[in-house]
């Protein structure tokens, strides 16, 4: 009987989606897939650190291993990135790689710690408009970055990226039973080496490394001026990391009509980048390019693409860098163009949805692109344009204050009405709505339909108040909601500014 019931009262575990043979199948692919585009991507970024390949191509490893399991958002693809490399060029050209490894491990445990704080929630007031403009940047950063490649370059290449791009448009039409990236790399892969075609490859990029990552700590003076030296760093590795990851993340939530613990993702992108600094790698966080190739060129959906993406780069770098290395770019740099063009938000600037959309949301949208594009920095670009929005917001609501007044039958008070929200904007022009030689003795001020949110606005009331009582008048504040009544009960009287 005992048994029986606790069968019964025992929960049942949950059967890991991918180990359907139809999702595994894609996710192994998807993986594949994933870990070819990231060899080049991963070189590129290690030398715009100034450090050797191996590096960046570790980093990538231990990253998406790592954030496979300590993530929160499940087949989005961590990975050493162009923005991290950004922030750690001069410290690696000024003090060494060493030095590099330690603000790395450094800015994971602030990550850790801006997640414990709860850094993740901030999300929130991220507006569409911004979100709009980090995908549109993000995708035209990504063409930008193929342009190169198509520069200077034997006139082959041409006819192989052409050809690539109609196999990843056209095979899908036909079949999916294989990733047409994936197909699109393995037949120009062919053709090249069949044929004995001279073009870039992968190989080109840079030395891949022929011997797995081991653990170890940085060579370091271990001192308070070391701390100094690498704390800038370390912070700027956390806020730029958790921005792109976490900016990432919603994205690929809107894309697969799921949610995700945005909190776990950004622990799990510290975790990642310590073990990271440990392997002696670069760092890095959420790659919106490779996500996408996972998520919608792939259909990934699950952990496992993550992990196997991490996986298979090292085999194919460690163990088959001969067969990774004659790759010819045209196939990578095809697969990049589709993910570019699939990326960007084309309906955000169609002239129907501009003729609809007021002024301010595509005034943010266009600023988030600008910044990007001229920082390079995803961001700086959304930090520009959540303060752009909220000045816009700012603006627009500092107008919606309005302030009625009626005189009672006796002709002995004066009740003003004010409706609206009062802040450090709104209110400033509050204290003009009253007539304070005019008025009778009496004046009662109804806050049934305002709300006060700042001291601004408290300080604002004191003035009224001030005003009126320099005359000999007394002024009656009512109907304060609670929140309203807390902070004016808190703060009238105290503040300089309203006296």
Known sequence: MSSVLSSTIRPRLSRPSWLNPKVFRTEVLAGL???????????????????????????????????????????????????????????AKEHGLDY??????????????????????????????????????????????????????????????????????????????APAPLVAIIVLTVITVVASVTVPTVGDQGELPDSLPSP??????????????????????????????????????????????????SWGQGVANIVTGFFGGMGGCAMIGQTMINVKASGARTRLSTFLSGVFLLILVVALGDVVAVIPMAALVAVMVIVS????????????????????ETLVMLTTVAVTLATHNLALGVVAGVLTAMVIFARRVAHLVQVTSVLDPDGGTRIYSVRGELFFASSNDLVYQFDYAGDP????????????WDASSVAALDAITTKYAARGKSVEIIELNKPSAAIHGTLAGTLRGGH
């Open 100 to 177: 590099l490894i330690a603000a790395v491990i450094l800015g994971g445990a602030i990550q850790v710690l801006l997640a414990v704080l709860g850094v993740a929630k901030l999300m929130q007031f991220v507006p569409r408009s911004v979100m709009v403009g980090f995908v549109n940047a993000l995708a035209i950063l990504i063409f930008a970055a193929q342009v190169p490649h198509l520069l200077g370059v034997p006139w082959l290449v041409y006819p192989l990226v052409a050809l690539a791009l109609a196999i990843i448009i056209g095979l899908p039409r036909l079949t999916r039973v």
């Open 441 to 452: 003795d009496k004046v009662v001020i109804d806050m049934t339909h305002a709300h006060v």
């Open 216 to 265: 170890g700590l940085p060579h370091i003076p271990w001192a308070v001026d070391t701390l100094t030296l690498i704390a800038p760093y370390a912070v700027g590795i956390a806020l730029v990391g958790l921005m792109e990851s976490l900016m990432t993340a919603k994205l690929v939530d809107d894309i697969t009509d799921t949610h995700s613990d945005k909190t776990r993702e």
């Open 341 to 360: 063009v699939s990326t960007f938000d084309w309906h955000s600037i169609a002239p129907a949805t501009l003729k609809r959309m007021p002024l301010g």
């Open 33 to 91: 897939v994933v870990a070819l585009a990231l060899i080049p991507e991963a070189i590129s970024f290690s030398i715009l650190a100034g450090v050797d390949p191996r590096v960046g191509l570790f980093a990538s490893f231990t990253m998406a291993v790592t954030i496979a399991v300590c993530g929160g958002r499940p087949a989005m693809i961590s990975a050493a990135t162009g923005a991290i490399a950004l922030v750690v060029a001069p410290l």
